[in-house]
């Protein structure tokens, strides 16, 4: 039995829809008080409603001075910060002659610095906690596998993972923990916009033959969340249905 996390301050970055919605909604369905951040405020108060979440604003994780404002927030109205959810990210495809300057200025600024400038805007809440977690939501693409069309998200899903290791060493007598989700092929408004050949694609290539939900994302976010994951940091969990298991296409016929 896990301690109840009932009462804990969690901010979920992007969580106006897809993954970080599935895990603000199993925070908040747990009893934790949840703040929604995403650049669409529109998006972000129907989200906070539907799943349940103390509050939402409009943030955009790869300005510095936005990602000030909601550790301000999370002071203001949550009364600090327990578990950060840094979850927003973007992945457009391009090949890479095809790649302009500005695609990987767009992706490895919300994906990766973005990812730095929130987890350092909220370290004074974190440490303040006295039990801070930090959760990454990486990728499979890039840390483990690669996929034409993302060798800028590969870099900035793979780059995460190396923020994260040395975070969790410098915070770690802070008695915060940094860990990673790594999804693999989770159905989301964001996917579903990659069209039906890739998800078909996917499907068939993924042991379980499905998709997975962002709920089982949230899940996963909430055990590293958790009291009882307190000895874990710097570490990655892939949530993938057996996707990066097989050795060939026969594997999975
Ligand atoms: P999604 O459905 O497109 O949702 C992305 C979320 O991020 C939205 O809430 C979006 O809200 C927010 N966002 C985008 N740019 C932002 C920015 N600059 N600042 C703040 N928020 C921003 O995507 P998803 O599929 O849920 O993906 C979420 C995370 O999971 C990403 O990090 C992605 O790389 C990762 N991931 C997804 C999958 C998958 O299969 N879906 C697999 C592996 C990893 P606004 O547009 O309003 O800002």
Redesign the pocket.
């Known amino acids: 039995m896990f301690t109840p996390i009932a009462g804990r301050a969690v901010v979920v ?9 599935g895990i603000a909604a199993v925070f908040a369905g747990a009893g934790a008080r949840v703040l929604v ?4 405020e529109a ?2 108060r129907t989200a906070a409603d539907e799943v349940g979440a103390a509050g939402y604003m409009a ?4 300005r510095k001075a936005d990602c000030e404002k909601v550790a301000a927030a999370a002071a203001e109205r949550l009364g600090g910060l327990d578990v950060l959810c840094a ?5 457009p495809s391009a090949r890479l002659g095809d790649l302009a300057e500005d695609d990987i200025d767009r992706v490895l600024g ?2 990766l610095k ?1 990812t730095i400038l929130t987890v350092q805007a909220c370290l004074p809440l974190l440490r303040a906690s006295g039990h801070g977690r930090v959760i990454l ?5 890039g840390p483990v596998t690669g996929y034409p069309g993302w060798t800028h ?1 590969g870099a900035s ?1 793979a780059g995460q993972l190396g923020f994260m290791r040395t975070a969790a060493i410098e915070l770690a007598r802070d008695g915060i923990t940094v860990n990673a989700v790594l ?4 159905m ?4 579903a916009g990659l069209g039906d050949d890739y998800v078909n694609g996917m499907t068939a290539a993924i042991p379980m033959r499905r998709l997975g939900t ?1 709920e089982e994302i949230g899940h996963t976010v909430l055990f590293l969340a958790t009291d009882e994951a307190g000895y874990i940091t710097g570490q990655t969990i892939v949530v993938d249905g057996g996707q990066t298991l097989p050795e060939s296409p026969e594997a999975v016929s």
């Open positions: 970055t992007g969580g106006t829809r897809g993954i970080g919605k951040t995403g650049r669409d998006a972000a943030a955009d994780v790869s979850n927003a990210g973007v992945f919300v994906n973005g939501t990486s990728s499979i693409t998200y899903k999804p693999g092929n989770i989301t408004e964001g996917l962002v």
